[in-house]
């Protein structure tokens, strides 16, 4: 009497351990349960039999591959695996062709095509037809945003479901697994235990690969022996694709939301990653005219400060003054008046097309122009008692509109009374003349 197949595949040693520990059956795909649990959404589609095209999007190591294959093997479709980094249209419509030939004997096809955002929009056009009348089921997986690299016409036509970063519950699973398979626990400290699954950030391949390098070792390897028997894994981050815009985006809100220790850690992600300091430098310059404005004037210098001594001194150094102007940036008083004030400006002067300033405050450098007026009645503030003379400087006919309203955070309290005053003044005609 034969023994009902192990869970995994023993048979052929000499195979990745991440193949041979590949689930058999969705119920065995670690960390993905919100989606392939029997009430989530792909575990519904599984138990009728009934699949639509789909976009699978999530990091590297979290399972996008084998989750399309037993897909097709729950379902009853033909798997046909193409990679968007080695395939062409040629490939395209091979498959296209066989899978047309198998609908014809009442057969389904499911075509998974990894790194999907790799075709171009012409190739991803390709797909609409057959998917459409149903030749084909697509189910592509992209670690980039589908937002971003696919086509609008693809994407209407698709559900996008977002697979998580394996946890280090989902992880420790996994060594687990690997520890049964190899029928010996791996030579490492508790410490270093936590150190392997921290190492692999997320990326179950990864983890396996390592602990591949690690089970045949000598221990047990303490944290300081793992570190020097295999790498970290290196962090996830692309300079031009969303995780750029990710970290950036945490940058800036912690800041905003004045918490200098996070925006320390996101700072720390983003040089990790290999960012350039002088593109973070331009940003911080820019949270500092947009998110302190006036509330802290010096704010804008300090950014500029941390910008030249970043030119003059380069990396590590220079990474310092980064890190002191984001602190001061998180920690200063925040205001969006001079922001706000501005977009209101811009509305208006777009609204109010070629209105002429008042003929007062308009030099008259020519006989003809001091004839026409121009000048006649300037006041220079300056030389009066209080250094307000209430003048309006708006077009002539034009309402006195408000843009810049500020807060009484910081510096802007002191604008505001100062503000506040004038206003008065020019209300109730108390101004020098």
Not at 127 to 133: A, G, H, I, K, Q
């Amino acid at each position: 009497m034969t023994s009902e197949p192990s869970l995994f595949e023993v048979d052929d040693a000499s195979r990745p351990l991440a193949d041979r520990l590949r689930p058999r059956t969705l119920q065995d795909v670690i960390g993905q349960d919100h989606l392939l649990a029997p009430d989530a959404p792909i575990g519904r589609m599984v138990e009728t039999k009934r699949l639509v095209s789909m976009v699978l999007w999530g990091p590297p190591g979290c399972g996008k591959t084998t989750i399309a294959r037993l897909l097709a093997e729950q379902t009853d479709l033909a798997f046909e695996p193409l990679s968007a980094t080695f395939s062409g249209v040629a490939d395209l419509r091979k498959v296209f062709k066989s899978a047309q030939i198998r609908r014809e004997t009442g057969h389904g096809t499911m075509l998974f095509v990894d790194e999907i955002h790799r075709f171009n929009r012409a190739q991803q056009d390709s797909f609409l037809p057959y998917v459409e009348d149903g030749t084909i089921v697509l189910v592509g997986a992209t670690t980039e945003n589908p937002s971003f690299e696919l086509n609008g016409a693809l994407l209407s036509r698709s559900q996008v479901f977002v697979l998580k970063r394996l946890d280090d519950a989902a992880l420790s699973t996994l060594v687990t697994r690997a520890e049964g398979l190899l029928s010996h626990p791996l030579p490492l400290t508790d410490e270093a235990r936590g150190a392997l699954i921290a190492m692999a950030d997320g990326d179950g391949r990864y983890l396996l690969n390592m602990i591949e390098q690690v089970h045949a070792l000598s221990g047990p390897l303490d944290q300081a022996g793992l570190a020097r028997a295999v790498q970290k894994r290196a962090p996830l981050y692309d300079k031009s694709q969303e995780g750029h815009y990710n970290l950036i985006s945490a940058l800036h809100k912690s800041m905003r939301g004045s918490d200098p220790d996070a925006s320390l850690y996101w700072l720390a992600r983003m040089l990790d990653g290999g960012e350039d300091p002088l593109f973070v430098a331009r940003r911080i310059t820019r949270f500092a005219v947009e998110d302190i404005g006036l509330a802290d004037p010096n704010a804008v210098h300090q950014a500029l400060a941390a910008w030249d001594v970043y030119e003059r001194l380069g990396s590590p150094e220079g990474e310092l003054a980064i890190a002191q102007a984001v602190v001061y940036l998180a920690t200063a008083p925040k205001s969006i008046g001079v922001y706000r004030a501005f977009g209101k400006a811009r509305a208006a002067a777009k609204r109010t097309g070629s209105l002429m300033p008042p003929q007062h405050i308009l030099n008259a450098p020519t006989s003809l122009m001091k004839d026409l007026g121009y000048g006649e009645g300037y006041r220079y503030d300056p030389d009066t008692d209080t250094g307000f003379s209430g003048a309006n400087y708006f077009p002539d006919g034009m309402d006195r509109p408000v843009f810049y309203e500020p807060t009484t955070n910081g510096y802007e309290h002191a604008v505001t009374e100062r503000l506040r005053s004038w206003e008065n003044m020019r209300a109730s005609g108390s101004r020098d003349n």
